[in-house]
């Protein structure tokens, strides 16, 4: 499995097959043997890091600790068009922070949630 290719950026169902989000990044350990991925991540801190605006979104989520999630692969159920997981959205903070994003900026742009948008 081509790791990068096959992972990131793909969407996250969690058991309900409910969209629980994106991969955006991957956890690793490396040890005496071939790395090993140990967690899925996600969240706009750990997307941030990838497009190197990381520190806009620190200041942004200034306060806020759960702007990062980790999946454990263990977790992972089926790696396929989607990426399924053995959890619901509940189980994590991710509906939190995405409904904190949604009352805290997404409803200012102009067409968004809020001002008629999808």
């Known amino acids: 499995m081509d790791l990068i290719r096959d992972l990131l950026d793909k969407q996250l169902l969690d058991r309900s097959k409910t969209k629980i989000g994106k991969i955006d990044g991957l956890v690793a350990t490396f ?3 071939q790395p090993r991925v140990t967690a899925i991540e996600t969240g706009a801190i750990t997307l941030a890091r990838r497009s190197g605006l990381a520190r806009l979104m620190l200041r942004l989520f200034h306060g806020r600790d759960r702007a990062v999630f980790r999946i454990p692969w263990t977790k992972v159920k089926d790696v396929g068009i989607d990426v399924e997981v053995d959890i619901t959205q509940t189980e994590t903070a991710m509906h939190e922070d ?10 200012h742009i102009p067409g968004g949630i809020e001002h008629g948008g999808p």
């Open 31 to 33: 040890g005496k043997t």
């Open 98 to 107: 995405n409904e904190w994003l949604r009352h805290k900026i997404l409803r």
